[in-house]
C-alpha cells in the first residue's frame, strides 16, 4: 500500500567519598549550517560495511572460496529513507514522472551455495572479518543498535509529518476535489490510506531484468548463481500521475509544504533530542571504527 505522503547506581561506603555525580549525556556538536540529522553517521555505517564485506570475502578467498569476491559485490547504503525528503512528491515534473512510488533497488548477483563445507568456513570468516574491526560480537551488536536508530529517525520524522499531513487534510482534500479528486463515497481522508481512496489506480514498477554475470573461474557446475537485478524503477498510471500533479499543487495552496519547510528543522532537532544517549553514546564508538575501516580498506 503506498501512502500519499509518505540508567544509576548509588554507592554508600563508609569512611569513603561520594562518587561525583555522571553528566549528563550531549548531543555530539554539528558542523555550521548542517541539520540535525547529519549527526547519524550513515557515510560512517555504510564504510564499515564495506571494510566487512571486503575482509569476508579475502577470507573466503583465503579458504578455498574465491568467486564471492570475484563478484565484486558491496552492500547497499545504510539508512537510506534518512536521504529521502520526508513527503514526495514536491514538484510537478516529479509528479509527472515518478507519481508516489519509488524505485525498488538493485539486487547483487549472489552464489547460491548450499555445500555446509561453505558454510562452516563463512562463518569462521565472520567472525575473522569483524575481528580486525573490533571484538566480534560487539561489532555486530554495534551495528545493529546504530542501524536501529538511524530507522527510528525515519519512522519518528514520519509520524511528525503525517501530523502536519492531517492538520491540512480539510484544505488538502477540498483543493483535490477542486480539481476533480474526490474521495471515495463514505471514504475519510487518511494520511496512511493509498491512492485507491480517490479511486486511483496505482503504477507498477518495471519488470525485473536480471544481467548476464560472467562466472567467476572454479566455481563448480552445480552451483547456481542468481543474476544481478537493476533497480526497477516505478511508472506511475496516468491517472496517478494527473493526482499527483493535483497533490503538489494543492500542497503549496493549502499551506501543507509551507508548514513542513518550516518545521522540518524543528521536528528533526526534537527527534535527535530524544535519541541524546544514543547519539553521545554510539557516536564515538562509530567513529572510531570507521577510521579502522578505512585503514583496512586502504591496506588491501
Known amino acids: 500500500m503506498r501512502a500519499i505522503a509518505v540508567l544509576s547506581v548509588l554507592l554508600i561506603a563508609t569512611g569513603c567519598a561520594a562518587e561525583p555525580p555522571s553528566r549528563a549525556p550531549e548531543l555530539p556538536p554539528l558542523p555550521a549550517g548542517a541539520r540535525p540529522f547529519e549527526l547519524f553517521r550513515r557515510a560512517d555505517l555504510t564504510q564499515i560495511d564495506q571494510a566487512d564485506r571486503a575482509l569476508f570475502n579475502d577470507c573466503l578467498a583465503d579458504n578455498g572460496y574465491p568467486q564471492e569476491r570475484a563478484l565484486g559485490n558491496q552492500p547497499v547504503a545504510a539508512v537510506a529513507g534518512l536521504s529521502r525528503p520526508p513527503i514526495s512528491p514536491r514538484t510537478e515534473a516529479e509528479a509527472r514522472k515518478y507519481g508516489f512510488g519509488t524505485a525498488?533497488?538493485?539486487?547483487?548477483?549472489?552464489?547460491?551455495r548450499k555445500?555446509?563445507?561453505?558454510f562452516a568456513v563463512a562463518g569462521r570468516c565472520e567472525t575473522t572479518a569483524r575481528s580486525a574491526l573490533g571484538v566480534p560480537i560487539?561489532?555486530?551488536?554495534?551495528?545493529?543498535?546504530?542501524a536501529q536508530l538511524g530507522n527510528a529517525l525515519v519512522q519518528e520524522r514520519a509520524r511528525k509529518?503525517?501530523?502536519?499531513?492531517?492538520?491540512?487534510?480539510?484544505?488538502?482534500?477540498?483543493?483535490l476535489a477542486g480539481r476533480g479528486h474526490r474521495l471515495q463515497t463514505g471514504a475519510t481522508f487518511s494520511a496512511r490510506g493509498?491512492?485507491?481512496?480517490?479511486?486511483?489506480?496505482?503504477?507498477?514498477?518495471?519488470?525485473?531484468?536480471?544481467?548476464?554475470?560472467?562466472?567467476?573461474?572454479?566455481l563448480p557446475a552445480e552451483v547456481?548463481?542468481?543474476?544481478?537485478?537493476?533497480?526497477?524503477?516505478?511508472?506511475?498510471?496516468k491517472a496517478e500521475a494527473a493526482f499527483a500533479v493535483s497533490f503538489v499543487r494543492c500542497g503549496r495552496q493549502s499551506g501543507l509544504f509551507a508548514a513542513i519547510d518550516r518545521d522540518e528543522r524543528a521536528i528533526e532537532q526534537q527527534i535527535v533530542e530524544?535519541?541524546?544517549?544514543?547519539?553521545?553514546?554510539l557516536n564515538p564508538q562509530i567513529e572510531a571504527m570507521a577510521a579502522k575501516a578505512r585503514e583496512v580498506l586502504r591496506g588491501r
Open 224 to 237: 547456481q548463481i542468481k543474476p544481478a537485478v537493476p533497480a526497477r524503477e516505478y511508472r506511475p498510471s
Open 274 to 281: 530524544r535519541h541524546v544517549a544514543e547519539f553521545s553514546g
Open 161 to 175: 509529518v503525517e501530523t502536519i499531513l492531517v492538520a491540512h487534510s480539510k484544505k488538502l482534500a477540498a483543493c
Open 104 to 112: 525498488l533497488p538493485a539486487e547483487p548477483a549472489a552464489i547460491d
Open 194 to 218: 493509498d491512492l485507491k481512496q480517490f479511486g486511483v489506480a496505482l503504477g507498477t514498477h518495471t519488470p525485473a531484468k536480471p544481467l548476464a554475470v560472467r562466472r567467476p573461474d572454479g
Open 138 to 146: 560487539e561489532v555486530a551488536g554495534l551495528r545493529d543498535r546504530y
Open 115 to 118: 555445500d555446509p563445507a561453505f
